[in-house]
């Protein structure tokens, strides 16, 4: 069952209403899908803002922990998102995660690996460079700032333009590619986040 259109669907207005949103370079969101969409983590809110100025399917990959609880894995499954045991190379996930690629859709994966708990980005993983670089394909980099706890509290968002396979020249094979290219995307996305950081004060 692929509940994603129904769920983007009503969590848009709500969204709206909720919040002050704001989102801003969205002429760099392209109109075809198969690249991985990167953000920063800060808040449980940050997978459903980003997704909304985007016109394919953002199929998420996560923690494995997320899953446990029969409800959300079968709510995290019909919208598309899939586990990952983070450590240990997870090759099945690694290739489900090139087959969403593969199919045109978006792969949607926070490199940091989880929440930064007082927003300053965290040290990146290394999975999504693995993952660009096993499909040969480009990174949308995202940055969002969620302003203070007030009514209708403001949240930024702005996509930056696209890093792609050939300026990013990832070797899978090689632990300074993964290295060189996690930093890359991850300077990428501190800049947009600076950016909204200015404009959500």
């Known amino acids: 069952m692929n509940i994603y259109p129904f769920a983007k669907f009503i969590s848009y207005p709500w969204v709206r209403l909720t919040y002050r949103m704001t989102y801003e370079g969205l002429e760099h969101i392209p109109k075809e899908g198969g690249y991985i ?3 920063n983590h800060t808040s449980l809110l940050d997978p459903i803002v980003i997704v909304h100025k985007v016109p394919h399917r953002v199929c998420y990959i996560g923690k494995s922990e997320y899953f446990h609880n029969k409800f959300l894995n079968w709510l995290f499954t019909a919208l598309g998102a899939f586990p990952v045991e983070r450590g240990t190379g997870d090759r099945g996930a690694l290739r489900r995660a090139e087959r969403v690629l593969a199919r045109g859709e978006i792969l949607g994966i926070f490199p940091e690996g989880t929440r930064s ?51 990013l020249a990832i070797d899978p094979r090689s632990t300074a ?13 501190g800049s947009l986040k600076l950016h909204t950081d200015r404009r959500t004060r």
């Not at 290394?126 to 499909?135: C, P, S």
């Not at 990174?139 to 396979?165: A, D, E, H, Q, W």
């Not at 590619?177 to 996305?189: N, V, W």
């Open 117 to 167: 708990r007082d927003g300053s980005l965290l040290k990146p993983k290394a999975g999504v460079a693995m993952i660009a670089g096993m499909a040969g394909c480009g990174i949308l980099p995202v940055g969002i700032s969620i302003g203070k706890k007030t009514f209708r509290r403001k949240i930024t968002v702005r996509y930056g333009p696209m890093l792609t396979k050939e300026e």
């Open 177 to 189: 590619s993964l290295r060189g290219a996690s930093e890359r995307i991850m300077a990428a996305i």
């Open 37 to 39: 969409l990167s953000g």
